[in-house]
T-cell receptor, first 115, second 115 residues
């Protein structure tokens, strides 16, 4: 079974600074997708960014970018110019390619943004 | 209005009671899921349904049952609730037939407390 590991239960960052959240995963597949989801205090789960394994280029969404290291099975999320609204629980997730597979989540990293 | 609606949002019940959590979606997605979130454990899959007639167990299905009443409705039942089923429950959808990206779209969660 695939596993997703987030080694940082909690992180903190100063407003306007940059922070990187770590995620590693275990798989023998070559076709898969990786995701970062954000869960603010409202508890709504929101997709932050998505990466297809076959793409070498790292995904970017405004202030959010990933560092995808396929050989190392690492998928870190970088948040630039951190804002108070970035404070949330962040979950890394893995999806095996194909039609019959389900998302596997890591245990989450709680990000605090200090003013 | 939310595309994925869960009811109730919060519920307190007693051990041994039967509880149903309901989920309805207006996104027209074919796939629906029930996840459970516990602090420090991330999200774990309880049941999933790829179609009205296709229902599958996830990694933690014991003590739960589901019903897919229509493409838009997927309910989760706890036949006899126990305290360790106290958790935040999420319904989610994904669109396979319309162009699969793997992204899940979540409801706002149902917080269940079993006393």
């Amino acid at each position: 079974a695939q596993t997703v590991t987030q080694s940082q239960p909690e992180m903190s960052v100063q407003e306007a600074e940059t922070v990187t959240l770590s995620c590693t995963y275990d798989t023998s597949e070559s076709d898969y997708y990786l995701f970062w989801y954000k869960q603010p205090p409202s508890r709504q789960m929101i997709l932050v960014i998505r990466q297809e394994a076959y793409k070498q280029q790292n995904a970017t969404e405004n202030r959010f970018s990933v560092n995808f290291q396929k050989a190392a099975k690492s998928f870190s999320l970088k948040i630039s110019d951190s804002q108070l609204g970035d404070a949330a629980m962040y979950f890394c997730a893995y999806l095996r390619g194909g039609s019959n597979y389900k998302l596997t989540f890591g245990k989450g990293t709680l990000l605090t943004v200090n003013p | 209005d939310a595309d994925v609606t869960q009811t109730p949002r919060n519920r307190i019940t007693k051990t041994g009671k039967r509880i149903m959590l309901e989920c309805s979606q207006t996104k027209g997605h074919d796939r629906m899921y029930w996840y459970r979130q516990d602090p420090g454990l991330g999200l774990r899959l309880i049941y999933y349904s790829f179609d009205v007639k296709d229902i599958n167990k996830g990694e933690i299905s014991d003590g739960y049952s589901v019903s897919r009443q229509a493409q838009a409705k997927f309910s989760l039942s706890l036949e006899s609730a126990i305290p360790n089923q106290t958790a935040l429950y999420f319904c989610a959808t994904s669109d396979f037939r319309g162009g699969y990206t793997g992204e899940l779209f979540f409801g706002e969660g149902s917080r269940l407390t079993v006393l």
